[in-house]
């Protein structure tokens, strides 16, 4: 039971984790979002996956 705890919180703390990245890493670059929906160069919008510190 222990173990299924800590795994959904470690899985529940990564989803976070990843959101907070992805909105720190859209505030650093707006300008790869404004281009990204409007031209097909291969330019993505999603920052690279950060590890999980736990």
Do not use: I
């Amino acid at each position: 039971m222990e173990n299924y705890l800590y795994g959904t919180m470690q899985n529940l703390f990564g989803v976070w984790w990843n959101k907070q990245a992805a909105r720190e890493y859209a505030a650093k670059h707006p300008e790869e979002e404004k281009t990204a929906d409007n031209d097909n160069s291969g330019c993505t919008t999603s920052p690279k996956r950060l590890q999980n510190p736990f």
